[in-house]
């Protein structure tokens, strides 16, 4: 079994699950480097080749915090790739207007007091951010951040399909959008 393409991500060149353990990876490591290993197999530019992604990829995937930013990268590629592929756009938090708003039971939004709003709230609610971001037909696509936290949650889930991942259409012109969270809790 040759490891010569060039799009394969770590967890496939260790032919792990994106979800597996670090035990799991540690175990598929050692068992493609035994059989990739210049001292192990007969010696050539490939398996040479082979061995360097082997160790690459397990250099990422043993590390907490390089696997992290991995999985984050390779969510935003797939992100991308959908995107160019079909009518949708990514877009990255930071680059989202974001405002605080009180959010009414009935899901009514309602500006605070000091932002402009009339401080009448009649009900229960609660502040939370809004974010927008204008859509290239003029309209504006407003998301609240307790729905950014539902679709993080169902994208985290479904990180290994790219084509469950969550996007938003905008009501006037058919545009999707996907909101990669590009900023650190």
Known sequence: SKLSNSSET??????????????????????????????????????????????????????????????????????????????SKVVNISEMNCELCDVEDDNELELDEEDGGDGDQGGHTKEQRLYSFACRCGDIFEILEEELQQQQAHDEKNATDPDQLQLWDCRSCGLSIQIVNDIEP
């Open 10 to 87: 770590h967890y496939e060149i260790l032919g792990v699950d994106e979800t597996a353990t670090a035990l799991e990876i540690k175990g598929a490591h050692r068992e493609k480097a035994l059989l990739y290993h210049p001292d192990k197999c007969i010696s050539s530019n490939e398996t040479a080749a082979a061995f360097r992604k082997i160790q690459l990829a397990w250099e990422c995937l043993r590390d907490e915090e390089k696997r992290s930013e991995y999985n984050d990268s390779l969510k935003r590629t797939r992100a991308k790739v959908r995107g160019a592929a079909s009518n």
